[in-house]
T-cell receptor, first 115, second 114 residues
């Protein structure tokens, strides 16, 4: 069975600080995908990134970066120079790569950026 | 491209009543999903369609929930009769199988059962 753990329930940081959201996953699959989604107060889930299990390169997109470490089954997300608009709930998710692509979500981390 | 459309946006019903939610996926997306998100939790898959066939409904409470996707496009999720614990946001998503960007989610329907 697949499982995603986001141990940080809530995080608050002051604007312009860097913040890292942790994600640890469990799967028996050798090929899988990892995702991060953002859920702002409006409620929709906004796709941020998808990473294939074979690709362990870290990725940077503007102020966002992701660190994938297969050895520790972690896929952490860092926001650099945080802004108030980053306030949201962030979900890490996992899916099979060759199956039905069902997403297994973590419980989410509520991030609050204090102006 | 237009996003995933869902209606209604909000719904309040009394327990034991019935309710239906509608979803229109992105044009050309063969796969459609319904997820249930209870407050404070991550979304949980209820049912997955590939075109108009069911791929996975293992977590759908079939005694009260039903879903259909006629003609492989729009989908309707129904609850009858509703219970208090069905209060949640119901999210519809669609995907282009093996597409590079994962799912596209709709804005959801927030259901409150009183």
């Amino acid at each position: 069975a697949q499982k995603v753990t986001q141990a940080q329930t809530e995080i608050s940081v002051v604007e312009k600080e860097d913040v890292t959201l942790d994600c640890v996953y469990e799967t028996r699959d050798t090929t899988y995908y990892l995702f991060w989604y953002k859920q702002p107060p409006s409620g929709e889930l906004v796709f941020l990134i998808r990473r294939n299990s074979f690709d362990e390169q870290n990725e940077i997109s503007g102020r966002y970066s992701w660190n994938f470490q297969k050895s520790t089954s972690s896929f952490n997300f860092t926001i650099t120079a945080s802004q108030v608009v980053d306030s949201a709930v962030y979900f890490c998710a996992l899916s099979e790569a060759l199956g039905n692509e069902k997403l297994t979500f973590g419980t989410g981390t509520r991030l609050t950026i204090i102006p | 491209e237009a996003g995933v459309a869902q209606s209604p946006r909000y719904k309040i019903i009394e327990k034991r009543q019935s309710v239906a939610f509608w979803c229109n996926p992105i044009s050309g997306h063969a796969t459609l999903y319904w997820y249930q998100q209870i407050l404070g939790q991550g979304p949980k898959l209820l049912i997955q369609f590939q075109n108009n066939g069911v791929v996975d409904d293992s977590q759908l409470p079939k005694d009260r929930f039903s879903a259909e996707r006629l003609k492989g496009v729009d989908s309707t999720l129904k609850i009858q009769p509703a219970k208090l614990e069905d209060s949640a946001v119901y999210l519809c998503a669609s995907s282009l199988r093996f597409g590079p960007y994962g799912y596209t989610f709709g804005s959801g329907t927030r259901l409150t059962v009183v």
